[in-house]
């Protein structure tokens, strides 16, 4: 299995997990002449994507999610609060999922868990093939520990470090934003990310990749600093970002 970024952020994200022949798209908060500029980067075409996976309607993951699925007849699985956000448009191939499950496609194996966002249904997932698990967790503005147990014992994570607390309150939103962004519903600050790497096992991680990364409210530097005092993940730290991504990371 391996996973790479075609961008990640407020102004979009997409996330592709290869198993052998199933190609999984995970979002596309990109237009679909985005999308296709950014696979062409990784020598891909739409029409390459075996399925697209939707975490929730918030237009950063959706806005080239109906075009995609109408023009290619790519098939789709998102949960129903998800599926009933009018703002995806018809999509025509959906299957609705729900958190608990454990969905197959192809030679891929997906844990669905549910995370507090201010969606109408949110999700993350977990991928699962040849026996190792990669976790994908963005879009929450905190962790419960039931959920942090399922990202425990994972081989690559792929994490929402969205914001150092004082640039925000420091920054230019609305005071009703920064709430938002700060809230239990909202985003994942730097030190509630480190936080989650304190709590679970990393013994197997070979990849943690940050991403979600505000480019108003936090900063690099501010990124690893927050991870300075975890020796175990610090060494395998990458940051995901809204143009480039990140090019293919293998999980052996
Ligand atoms: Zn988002
Ligand atoms: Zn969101």
């Not at 009018?86 to 959906?94: C, N, Q």
């Not at 507090?116 to 993350?124: K, N």
């Amino acid at each position: 299995m391996q996973f790479a970024s075609l961008g990640s952020g407020s102004e979009g994200n997409a996330t592709l997990i290869q198993s052998g022949k199933t190609l999984l798209l995970l979002d596309c908060g990109f237009s679909l002449k985005g999308l296709s500029e950014r696979l062409k980067r990784l020598a891909l075409t739409p029409a390459d994507i075996t399925a697209v996976l939707v975490t929730h309607e918030h237009a950063d993951h959706i806005r080239g999610v109906g075009p995609l699925t109408r023009k290619y007849g790519t098939a789709a699985y998102m949960s129903a609060g998800t599926a009933s956000a009018k703002t995806l448009g018809k999509i025509p191939h959906t299957t609705v999922i729900a958190a608990g499950e454990i969905l197959k496609i192809g030679s891929v194996d997906i844990e669905v868990h549910s995370v507090p966002h201010d969606a109408r249904e949110p999700t993350q997932f977990i991928f699962n093939a040849c026996g190792r698990r990669l976790g994908v967790l963005t879009d929450l503005g905190s962790i419960p520990d039931e959920l942090a147990q399922r990202y425990s014992d994972l081989d690559a994570l792929l994490l929402e470090a969205n914001h150092d607390p004082e640039m925000l309150a420091r920054g230019s939103y609305p005071a009703s934003l920064k709430q938002r962004v700060g809230g239990y519903w909202g985003h994942l600050s730097n030190q509630q990310s480190a936080q989650l790497i304190e709590q679970i096992n990393v013994g197997r991680l070979q990849h943690l990749v940050l991403a979600h990364i505000s480019q108003k409210n936090n900063s690099q530097a501010h990124v690893m600093a927050a991870f300075a005092g975890l020796p175990a993940a610090y060494h395998l730290l990458q940051l995901a970002d809204q143009n480039t991504g990140f090019d293919w990371l293998p999980i052996t």
